[in-house]
Structures are given as C-alpha cells and as structure tokens.
C-alpha cells in the first residue's frame, strides 16, 4: 500500500518560514519524481516545485528564490523549505510521486497540509 504523509503546515506571519515533509511508504522511493502542489480555495492545483530522481527541480515561478524542494533518498522522504513567506502562499499543500513506465503512469498523493501565512 502506497503512502505519502504530509507534515509541517500551520500559521505563519508573512515574511516567515516553514519546512514541510513527505515520507513515502510502498514505493521505491529513489525512482520516483517527487513534488509539491498547492491549492488555495476557488483555484485550481498547480505545481509549487518538482524533483527527478536524479535530482534536478523546477519551481512555479511565484516561488523561484523563495522555496527549496529537497529529497533524502535513505529516508524516504521530500522537503520543502519555504522561507519570505507571503499571504498568497496560503492554501492546502500536496506532495506527490510520478514514475513514468512504458504506456503506464504511477501517480501518488497525500492528504495535504494547510499553510495560512497571516498576521
């Protein structure tokens, strides 16, 4: 049984930082994309910053120089480091796992965690 379990939201003044974590169970995790959505209420998911299994990241752009996507292959596990945290921020956060196999999709979610950038 494949699981991703978010953890680390909560409230934050804006201008502050918050660490979410994943850790995956079920998969070999070191084969898989790893990532981050988010979804603020009355929006659409988007991708917040994705990592290969061989280590390169993209970034949406409204985070570029802000947020570090991160991955712990040993622990099974993918951070997101988000620092100068705005309002806009705000939303449910998701991680997910990809493996692209011929004609096959391997697609993963987790529950989400709430982030509220507020003062």
């Known amino acids: 049984q494949v699981q991703l379990v978010e953890s680390g939201g909560g409230l934050v003044q804006p201008g502050g930082s918050l660490r979410l974590s994943c850790a995956a169970s079920g998969i070999i995790f070191s084969i898989y994309a790893m990532g981050w959505y988010r979804q603020a209420p009355g929006k659409q998911r988007e991708l917040v910053a994705r990592i290969t299994s061989g280590g390169s990241t993209n970034y949406a752009d409204s985070v570029k120089g802000r947020f570090t996507i991160s991955r712990d292959n040993a622990k099974n596990t993918v951070y997101l480091q988000m620092n100068s945290l705005k309002p806009e921020d705000t939303a449910v956060y998701y991680c997910?796992?990809?493996?692209?196999?011929?004609?096959?999709?391997?697609?993963?979610w987790g529950q989400g965690t709430q982030v509220t950038v507020s003062s």
């Open positions: 997910n796992g990809q493996r692209l196999r011929v004609g096959v999709v391997d697609d993963y």
